[in-house]
Nanobody
Framework: QVQLVESGGGLVQAGGSLRLSCAAS????????MAWFRQAPGKEREFVAG????????NYADSVKGRFTISRDNAKTTVYLQMNGLKPEDTAVYYC????????????????WGQGTQVTVSS
């Protein structure tokens, strides 16, 4: 049973930084894609960033490119999202997702999801 557990959310002022973690368990993730999505109140869920576990290939939404960095730690089976230069429009619940089909920007294509962690950026 695959489990994804996010942590690291919180309240931060605009311009600040946060690092989200997604601890993955239940199988080996060598061929998997891990991704971060977010959903703000009243808005659709949107792709933020993705990483292919065994190649380290990364892909980012235009809205976060240059500010956010996705990475993974093989030993800890954990994926991170380092968020710098946060803006109020980054406020959302952030979700970790996993799938074996490569980086997809459509959330419905991911089989496994975490419970989410709230990120709030004050102006």
């Amino acid at each position: 049973q695959v489990q994804l557990v996010e942590s690291g959310g919180g309240l931060v002022q605009a311009g600040g930084s946060l690092r989200l973690s997604c601890a993955a368990s239940g199988r080996t993730f060598g061929g998997y894609t891990m991704a971060w999505f977010r959903q703000a109140p009243g808005k659709e869920r949107e792709f933020v960033a993705g990483i292919v576990w065994n190649t380290n290939y990364q892909n980012y939404a235009d809205s976060v490119k240059g500010r956010f960095t996705i990475s993974r730690d093989n030993a800890k089976t954990t994926v991170y999202l380092q968020m710098n230069g946060l803006k109020p429009e980054d406020t959302a619940v952030y979700y970790c997702a996993a799938d074996f089909r490569g980086i997809q920007r459509t959330g419905a294509l991911y089989n496994y999801w975490g419970q989410g962690t709230q990120v709030t950026v004050s102006s």
